[in-house]
T-cell receptor, first 119, second 115 residues
Framework: AQKVTQAQTEISVVEKEDVTLDCVYETRDTTYYLFWYKQPPSGELVFLIRRNSFDEQNEISGRYSWNFQKSTSSFNFTITASQVVDSAVYFCALSEAPWLTGGGNKLTFGTGTQLKVEL | DTAVSQTPKYLVTQMGNDKSIKCEQNLGHDTMYWYKQDSKKFLKIMFSYNNKELIINETVPNRFSPKSPDKAHLNLHINSLELGDSAVYFC??????????????FGSGTRLTVV
């Protein structure tokens, strides 16, 4: 069964600090996909990144970066020089590849990390 | 054009009523989903349909009945609403093989409040 753990329930930082959100996943599949979503106070789910299990390259997008380590089953997310607009709940999620054996896709979410960035 | 659109955005209703939430996607995806986000923000899959066929039903009460008239639409009907049904319901779509950069595309959510 697939599982995602986000151990940090809430993180508070002061603007311009760097912050890392942790994500640890469990899966028995060798093919799987990892995602990060942002949920601002307005409530929509904003896609941030998708990473395939066979691509361990880290990714940087502006102030955002992701560190994928298969050896530790982790997919951590770092925001550099945080801003008040980064305040949101961040979800890590995992999707296996059940279509390979006739099953149905599902995205399993972690419990989310509430990030508060203060002035 | 909104890729995955849900209606209504807000729904307030009394216990015992029956209500429906509609979802439509214009991405040409073959798979659609309903997710529920509870008051603690926990997101969990409820149903998944592939080309109008139910392929995932995650131990959801029988009062919830999804219907997919075609692969672009997935509606959720809820009978005899209970207080515990209050949540945000997200519709999503994807290609079954998760082709495409984002994999899944989510609607903006329907906030259901049962009073």
């Amino acid at each position: 069964a697939q599982k995602v753990t986000q151990a940090q329930t809430e993180i508070s930082v002061v603007e311009k600090e760097d912050v890392t959100l942790d994500c640890v996943y469990e899966t028995r599949d060798t093919t799987y996909y990892l995602f990060w979503y942002k949920q601002p106070p307005s409530g929509e789910l904003v896609f941030l990144i998708r990473r395939n299990s066979f691509d361990e390259q880290n990714e940087i997008s502006g102030r955002y970066s992701w560190n994928f380590q298969k050896s530790t089953s982790s997919f951590n997310f770092t925001i550099t020089a945080s801003q008040v607009v980064d305040s949101a709940v961040y979800f890590c999620a995992l999707s296996e590849a059940p279509w390979l054996t006739g099953g149905g896709n599902k995205l399993t979410f972690g419990t989310g990390t509430q990030l508060k960035v203060e002035l | 054009d909104t890729a995955v659109s849900q209606t209504p955005k807000y729904l307030v209703t009394q216990m015992g009523n029956d209500k429906s939430i509609k979802c439509e996607q214009n991405l040409g995806h073959d798979t659609m989903y309903w997710y529920k986000q509870d008051s603690k923000k926990f997101l969990k899959i409820m149903f998944s349909y592939n080309n109008k066929e139910l392929i995932i039903n995650e131990t959801v009460p029988n009062r919830f009945s999804p219907k997919s008239p075609d692969k672009a639409h997935l509606n959720l009907h809820i009978n005899s609403l209970e207080l515990g049904d209050s949540a945000v319901y997200f519709c999503a779509s994807s290609q079954r093989g998760l082709q495409g950069g984002r994999g899944y595309t989510f609607g903006s959510g329907t906030r259901l409040t049962v009073v």
